[in-house]
């Protein structure tokens, strides 16, 4: 599983360092707007290093899935599947890396975020972001209190959403890849999969009872997204060996 791992995250290393490059020019403009007091130059650097931020952090999923894509349909890729690696170690390395490389991407956004944040405001900076990301949490869910509890019940629904959705994906396009490979239409298949399914899991997500208290809510999403991208993984793995595996 390990070099599989290191495999996975060779493969998507120049994508990410293209990105971190971008990341950096964003980050000179920038500051040349703050420390030359350039009011404009300073909002074009913000915009574009929330930009980026944004895709970045969705280019992680996106390079996975792509990368798996490649995998089924090329031959130079297929032969990943002629190791002695069974599809579900294959499969879980590339969930792995697409979760290390999200994780990653959040932290280190986040962290220069605050750092940004920090320069701009100067003395007081930490009560100010704080309150920022308090009116933030606000603005989606009034019930929800930046303390420890509400946090991790926060951050572990919505790194399980990710996973699901990361899984949900990759049953798509294995799916259509196992019915079409090689063909056009294959891309156009995986999307509409991929919007079906998710839609299905949102509608279950829906069944969780609204009456509960915020906590418990985070918890039981969070669990259920959980299962339910377990299921997706466990399908798409079985299909990969049973049409991919050599």
Known sequence: MLRLLKYELRKTLMSKLILLGVTLIAQVVFLAGLWGKKDETLAIGAVLLFFIAIT??????????AT?????????????????????KI???????????????????????????????????????WDMFNEMIQ?????????????????????????????TAYLSDVVSSSLLNGKKANWLVTCILFV??????SA????IPSTLDVIPQLVWSGAASLVLGGVMYVVAARLMEKYLSV
């Open 56 to 65: 970045g952090i969705a280019l992680m999923g996106i390079l996975s899935v």
């Open 68 to 88: 798996l894509h490649r995998d089924m349909n090329s031959k130079q890729g297929y032969m990943l599947f002629m190791t002695p690696n069974s599809c579900y």
């Open 91 to 129: 499969l879980g390395a590339k969930v792995l890396e697409c979760s290390i490389s999200i994780l990653l991407a959040g932290a280190f956004f986040f962290s220069l975020g605050w750092l940004d944040f920090s320069l701009l405001l100067g003395e007081g900076t930490n009560k100010q972001i």
């Open 196 to 201: 079906a399914l998710n839609w299905g899991i």
């Open 204 to 207: 279950l997500l829906r069944l």
């Open 139 to 167: 603005a989606i869910n009034r019930e929800i209190v930046l303390d420890a509890a509400h946090i991790s019940a926060l951050v572990f629904s919505l790194l399980a959403a990710w996973l699901c959705t990361i899984t």
